[in-house]
């Protein structure tokens, strides 16, 4: 089973499975036994008398179906006095009772209950147990050696696994997640990653589209659904495959402006600025480097002076430039290691992608400009997030988890798993000067849109090209509540937005976690 603790989200059913040796069954018979089947379990009629009429020792008819249909079958067998031939053996099925939550974080089993996807497929070998064995000791002929007997070998139930999401703030997100890429008409979808940055948990873990993971062969695409019949069978799988994608954990993307929180928090720590030190800088509308001029998003009107609180609260980019050639390649980049986006997280979900960076030996100082202010690199949403929740846990990286826990089916026994530290990223006063810069973005900056009465919420957004001369764009928006002693660390990000108010999505979360059963306190 695998649940939150209080809510089961996967956990496997007693089914039957039936099949035939058509060799058993009497000549007389195999038209109305298939039939039968046709009738019973809405089966094509010719099909099933194919099967029934083979000369082969077995033949599957349907697999895990409900024992209420099995027993419709077992009636028609005692009143048509057919006793040979038909099997009707016990089977197990995995059951999904919340169908699309957490699709892309749970994952599913395929026809033989193994684990394919998600926290099934990594979790596999803790979940299935083992099956039950008679051990004997046969000649060739299957005749008994000796006279030791059969030795019983008890089938063990596999573990219950406790996951680190909570209900609530996934369905939450889920639900605004929808909402933003439908109002804003996201072409490519979006996802939301939500992580406990003092334990590294992850409350919630979302990709739109999602699938039902009780149906997770069926395509929710209506373009691609209507055209399903004409595709190739590696088309299908192409497209299966990009429905099952879990984008917050295997994509990567620009984060753009997001990432000058994470250049801030290198220079404070460095000593080069101070976060309130007035007039510190001056936004002419862009910067020069190395002969090539790079604008400022409002070079139209520059920023002038500003301090470095401020130039973050204006998204200045030239500020960040600046800052990033005063750290230099080799400082800038033991950060990059040391926040975590040289390597993956290691959190136990397939398919975990890392950062796009270019070798540190090829950056000149263009190349560096570009990093200092979030472009022509790619990390995923995971690392993002992880890296951020550093700072909200005073400087402390750690190790994204998704199971808290491990029940023992038999015996109730506990496992807890621990929380995993990584590495002291950048000391306490530099991450409560970050924090409390992030805090006036919202407040004062262009972050407002999530601002919410009575919360203290901090944020940043961020906006970037996905690819190079594609014309579509990644927004995006990293929030963290409450300030003052965070318990969620928010990534939003929207791929393609193609609407009206595309860089807003991220504040509808933030809000809609204060006004739907929260978890984070007011103050």
């Not at 099949?19 to 099909?47: C, G």
């Not at 596999?124 to 099956?131: I, P, R, T």
């Not at 409560?432 to 973005?441: H, N, R």
Request: with cysteine.
């Amino acid at each position: 089973m695998i649940g939150t603790g209080k809510n089961i989200l996967a956990v496997s059913a007693t089914v039957e499975t039936v099949t035939v040796n058509p060799v058993n069954i009497a000549s007389e018979n195999k038209e109305k036994v298939a039939r039968a089947f046709s009738d019973i379990f809405n089966l094509d009629y010719e099909k099933i008398l194919k099967k029934v009429t083979k000369r082969s020792s077995i033949e599957t008819i349907v697999k895990k179906v409900d024992k209420e249909e099995t027993d419709k079958l077992r009636l028609w067998m005692k009143e048509n006095n057919v006793t040979t031939g038909i099997n009707i053996d016990e089977d197990t099925k995995r059951y999904y009772p919340n169908n699309e939550l957490a699709s892309h974080f749970i994952g599913f089993c395929g026809s033989d209950n193994q684990g394919l996807d998600g926290i099934e497929a990594k979790f596999e070998e803790v979940l299935k147990g083992s099956q039950g064995k008679i051990i004997r000791v046969t000649d060739a002929k299957g005749g008994e050696i000796g006279s030791e007997g059969e030795d019983y070998i008890e089938a063990v139930d596999g573990k219950d696994i406790v996951l680190s999401i909570d209900m609530t703030i996934q369905s939450i997100a889920e639900k605004y997640l929808k909402q933003a890429c439908i109002d804003n008409i996201c072409t490519d979808g979006g996802n939301i990653v939500m992580m406990n940055p003092k334990t590294g948990d992850i409350l919630a873990m979302a990709t739109y589209p999602s699938y039902n993971l009780n149906s997770p062969y069926e395509i929710t695409n209506e373009e691609v659904k209507a055209n399903w019949e004409t595709l190739s069978a590696t088309e299908r799988s192409k497209n299966l495959q990009a429905m099952w994608r879990n984008k917050a954990i295997a994509d990567t993307y620009e984060p753009g402006s997001t990432f000058k929180t994470i250049t801030s928090s290198a220079a404070l720590q460095e000593g080069i600025t101070q976060a309130d030190k007035e007039g510190e800088f001056c936004c002419t509308g862009g910067i020069e480097i190395a002969g090539t001029r790079i604008k400022c998003w409002r070079h139209y009107r520059p920023h002038g002076s500003e301090s470095l609180r401020q130039a973050l609260m204006n998204s200045c980019n030239p500020v960040f430039i600046g800052l990033g050639q005063k750290i230099g390649v080799k400082k800038y980049y033991e950060y990059l290691n040391k926040f975590g986006f040289l390597a993956k997280t290691g959190i136990e979900l397939p398919g975990e992608a890392k950062g796009i960076f270019l070798k540190e030996e090829k950056v000149g100082p263009v190349e560096l400009a570009t990093i200092s202010f979030g472009q022509r690199f790619e990390v995923t949403p995971l690392q993002m997030v992880t890296a951020v929740s550093a700072i909200a846990n005073k400087g402390v990286r750690m190790k994204p988890r998704v199971v808290k826990q491990t029940i023992d089916s038999k015996t109730g026994e506990k496992e807890e798993i621990a929380p995993q530290e990584v590495e002291r990223v950048i000391d306490e006063k530099t991450a409560e000067d970050v924090l409390s810069m992030m805090e006036s973005v919202v407040a004062e900056g262009t972050g407002k849109n999530a601002r919410v009465a009575g919360f203290r919420v901090g944020g940043k957004t961020g906006t970037s090209e996905d690819g190079v001369n594609t014309n579509k764009y990644v927004t995006s928006f990293i929030g963290v509540a409450p300030i003052s002693d965070p318990e969620v660390v928010c990534l939003v990000t929207l791929y393609n937005p193609t609407g009206e108010g595309g860089h807003q999505g991220g504040a509808w979360v933030i809000f809609a976690l204060h006004h739907e059963g929260s978890v984070i306190r007011k103050e």
